[in-house]
């Protein structure tokens, strides 16, 4: 089902550019600005299982995006900018802001020095427990599980259950499966269970895969001096918000703040909803964000910077720039407005 979305998304794409209609689009869906979400930042790998390619972009492809965002004459400015222009209806020129969720270490290794050479800010959002090297990377666990495995057992819904893993299509199929499942359990703490007990049935160290992506607090330190960075907070947790009782929610949102402060010693105003689709974050945790006092915070639905995007800072879409399609012939059709136009059903601005 993934892949054959994912084929439609990029007939999807193609059309848009093979038709040209992109430029047709561009006045009423391109907005002032996009916002591009990325998670990392490394060379390909050539597996044939990889079911989080979709989280990572080339070095290769990042580059193209800096050059085509500088060929179109578009400011690439950081979240505070951002801020600024809503809040001040700056709008005389179009703008592009680089953000990057979780703290990968790929991000310093890869993004940095090509977001340096072309002089670029960026914001890295911090997941507090992932600095610390106790995180649940769970996604990418998961991976490692079925990477390695022939065949998996789970009890699912009260029903013990083997899963085929013996093929890179088997092995997507049971991904997919097992992705849907432990997202749907009804609690935080199930979840962690769950996989916690198919890493231990597999031999998977979920620590060890946390301290070998993400940065430590040492190393954010030196990283956050560096003044094209900004850091953001993403939980303390890495928990999906809108499940969560209010008052653990509105901890996750002020005390991973405090965290971040108290090791980069500077005020820390953005933030980056876990997960960020509808399920995890919506009218409740856009206004927990206002009252924790960040100045924005993005999403990952979709959409382009409108002017009435300033009414929703803490609502704000973004742009993704996704694994599946790292095809340079996209990067005007996304400048354009016209993916997201697409995707959102024709919908400028979608914050309820
Ligand atoms: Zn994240």
């Not at 700056?90 to 310093?108: E, K, L, Q, S, V």
């Not at 010693?265 to 960020?276: C, D, E, F, I, S």
Request: aromatic letters at 8%.
């Amino acid at each position: 089902m993934k892949q054959l979305r994912h084929s439609v998304i990029r007939a999807g794409l193609e059309a848009l550019y093979f038709t040209r209609a992109h430029h047709l689009l561009r006045p009423i869906f391109g907005g002032v600005g996009a916002i591009f979400m990325l998670h990392h930042v490394r060379p390909g790998r050539s597996d044939e299982f990889q079911p989080n390619r979709h989280l990572e972009v080339t070095p290769g492809f990042l580059r193209a995006t800096l050059l085509h965002l500088g060929s179109e004459g578009i400011d690439v400015i950081s979240m505070d900018e951002v801020h600024r222009r809503l809040v001040e209806r700056d709008f005389a020129r179009r703008f592009a802001c680089f953000t990057f969720d979780d703290g990968y270490r790929d991000n310093r290794d890869y993004a940095l020095p090509l977001l340096r050479e072309f002089d670029a800010p960026f914001t890295v959002y911090i997941t507090s427990d992932f600095a610390e090297g106790t995180g649940r990377l769970w996604w990418i666990a998961l991976e490692a599980v079925i990477a390695n495995a022939h065949s998996i057992e789970v009890e699912i819904g009260g029903a013990a259950t083997r899963i085929d893993a013996d093929s890179p299509s088997a092995k997507q199929a049971a991904f997919d499966r097992l992705h849907d499942w432990l997202r749907g359990l009804p609690a935080e703490h199930d979840l962690s269970r769950e996989i916690g007990a198919l890493c231990a049935r597999h031999g998977v160290d979920q620590a060890a895969i946390c301290r070998d992506l993400c940065m430590s607090w040492d190393e954010l330190k030196r990283f956050s001096d560096d003044p094209l960075v900004t850091i953001g907070a993403h939980t303390l947790t890495h928990c999906s918000l809108a499940r969560q009782a209010e008052p653990t929610a509105r901890h996750e949102l002020a005390a991973s703040r405090e965290r971040i402060e108290a090791v980069v010693q500077r005020p820390v105003v953005h933030l980056a909803y876990p997960y960020g689709d509808r399920a995890a974050a919506s009218a409740r945790e856009f206004a927990l964000a206002r009252e924790a006092g960040y100045r924005t915070a993005v999403t990952t639905r979709p959409g382009m910077i409108f002017p009435e995007t300033a009414k929703h800072l803490t609502a704000l879409p973004r742009v993704s720039l996704n694994g599946n399609y790292q095809d340079v012939r996209i990067l005007p059709v996304l400048t354009s407005g016209a993916a997201t136009a697409m995707w959102n059903g024709f919908r400028r601005v979608d914050a309820a």
